[in-house]
């Protein structure tokens, strides 16, 4: 839809124009595209039979919604995309400083210009992104930033301090006829967060102790951990009541859906094949399985997003030293990754010592899951046979995939290592040097052959 033309009050009456509430707008917006069939939620992977029904039905009801959640489970995701939920275009009133409709201006000054000019009254258009505003919650956050404050300037100008005029105002009326998200709502001071009871209840604004009776209109959305994790505040219990919904996020549930969230987030600056993200997301699940991790600092979903940008990285990082015409990233790199991202998970207090152990454990559980996921009935007899007759094979971060390729001993006329390279739909070198290396490992973690580590290398035989 392209932006409209009326300019005026008047020109905005004449074109049959109907003012909605935001509650309003949400609601028929997301109907309409439920009853079209349309996914008004973009980029959500494993919620669609848990969060995805509970958020829907808040909105409908229009309610104020918080989420509740350990870190990395896509609460800031959800809540910007609300915001496609909005028109396209909207009017407001030219230069008012709360963006008012101009049907009903709520500000004294935009009452008086409504007054003197009347249809003439000028009309511009904002967008949906304009009326989405966001808010990290930090200790330092004052009334002032979200609700308003005596402008002295104003008042220096010869206004008095009761004079409406006087205020500038803050973050949640500048939201008016739109919707303010506040991240990690517990990080509030409780007394800013009692600031916030009536701008939600009453709808109205309270200052240095005088009310203005503005008829805000807008959509608080919140965010939290839950508070046994954070221990830094908590939600006051009145405004804890003043938000309709209250909904509890969780990481996927589903395999496919931890590898859609890695393929959608990571930025990857090399070829990262499809068993490599898997094996990352497998190794996300098990640590958030494993009791020697502290769950209740969750292990984030950035956790894998970080590790497939990582392996990726070491891929380009190896063909741009040694020349390869294609950076593609091998399970090799996935100990690039490990090195990298053991300072993000929290484990328990009793595993002081045992961290790099337990990462490589778990990495190698997941390794072996792929592993059997993919080359189950596969029989690498002919390779086994080979390295036990003295072959060997070596990889590591700066061989490249020709010379892996090159070096792996010749099995006659068996067609095993294309059948390897077809499990995995493997073409290039690069994919083909991948295939057969997670091969191996999976040899090597169920004990048929044996490797050595160090100095840059690995060696099975």
């Known amino acids: 839809m392209n932006r409209p033309d009326d300019t005026t009050v008047g020109a905005l009456r004449g074109s049959g124009h109907v003012q909605k509430t935001i509650r309003t707008e949400i609601r028929d917006n997301l109907l309409t595209a439920l009853r079209e069939g349309r996914a008004p939620w973009p980029g959500l992977h494993g919620f669609e039979k848990t969060v995805i029904p509970q958020l829907e039905r808040a909105l409908i009801a229009g309610h104020d919604?918080?989420?509740?959640?350990?870190?990395?489970?896509?609460?800031?995701?959800?809540?910007?995309?609300?915001?496609?939920?909005?028109?396209e275009w909207s009017p407001v009133i030219a230069g008012s400083e709360l963006g008012e409709h101009p049907f009903e201006p709520i500000t004294t000054e935009s009452r008086r210009r409504a007054e003197d000019l009347g249809d003439e009254l000028p009309v511009t258009w904002r967008s949906r992104d304009e009326r989405y505003v966001e808010k990290l919650a930090t200790p330092d956050t004052s009334v002032a930033d979200l609700i308003g404050d005596v402008d002295p300037m104003k008042v220096a100008e010869g206004r008095s301090l009761g004079d409406p005029e006087t205020i500038h105002f803050g973050l949640i009326p500048r939201s008016h006829r739109g919707i303010v998200a506040i991240n990690e709502l517990p990080d509030l001071a409780e007394r800013i967060q009692v600031a916030m009871l009536n701008v939600m209840e009453e709808r109205d604004?309270?200052?240095?102790?005088?009310?203005?009776?503005?008829?805000?209109?807008?959509?608080?959305?919140?965010?939290?951990?839950?508070?046994d994790y954070t221990n830094r505040g908590r939600i006051i219990t009145p405004l804890k009541d003043r938000f309709g919904a209250e909904i509890r996020t969780h990481y996927p549930?589903?395999?496919?859906?931890?590898?859609?969230?890695?393929?959608?987030?990571?930025?990857?600056?090399?070829?990262?094949?499809?068993?490599?993200?898997?094996?990352?997301?497998?190794?996300?699940?098990?640590?958030?399985?494993?009791p020697a991790v502290d769950q209740r600092?969750?292990?984030?979903?950035?956790?894998?997003?970080?590790?497939?940008?990582?392996?990726?990285a070491a891929a380009i990082h190896r063909a741009t030293r040694q020349g390869e015409d294609e950076a593609v990233a091998r399970p090799v790199d996935l100990e690039t990754a490990v090195d990298v991202l053991g300072g993000k998970i929290e484990f328990e207090s009793?595993?002081?010592?045992?961290?790099?152990?337990?990462?490589?454990?778990?990495?190698?559980?997941?390794?072996?899951?792929t592993v059997r996921a993919h080359f189950r009935g596969l029989d690498?007899?002919?390779?086994?046979?080979?390295?036990?007759?003295?072959?060997l094979v070596t990889t590591g971060e700066q061989v490249t995939a020709r010379d892996f390729l090159a070096g792996l001993p010749v099995l006659g006329e068996s067609e095993l290592y294309d059948e390897i390279a077809g499990r995995l739909e493997a073409t290039s070198d690069g994919q083909r040097a991948g295939a057969i290396e997670l091969a191996l490992e999976g040899l090597y973690l169920s004990r048929r052959v044996s490797k050595e580590s160090g100095g840059g290398e690995t060696i099975y035989g």
């Open 380 to 391: 690498f007899t002919l390779l086994v046979d080979a390295l036990e007759s003295g072959a």
């Open 253 to 290: 549930t589903e395999l496919a859906d931890e590898v859609a969230v890695i393929r959608q987030e990571a930025e990857l600056t090399a070829e990262v094949p499809d068993h490599l993200v898997e094996i990352l997301a497998r190794f996300t699940r098990n640590l958030r399985e494993s």
């Open 205 to 227: 604004v309270q200052i240095r102790g005088y009310v203005l009776r503005l008829p805000l209109d807008v959509l608080v959305v919140a965010s939290a951990n839950p508070e």
């Open 350 to 369: 009793g595993e002081e010592g045992r961290e790099d152990e337990i990462l490589d454990h778990l990495l190698r559980t997941a390794t072996a899951e």
């Open 65 to 87: 919604i918080v989420l509740l959640g350990e870190r990395g489970q896509g609460k800031t995701r959800i809540l910007r995309t609300l915001a496609g939920l909005l028109d």
């Open 297 to 312: 600092s969750g292990v984030s979903a950035r956790f894998a997003i970080a590790g497939a940008e990582t392996i990726a």
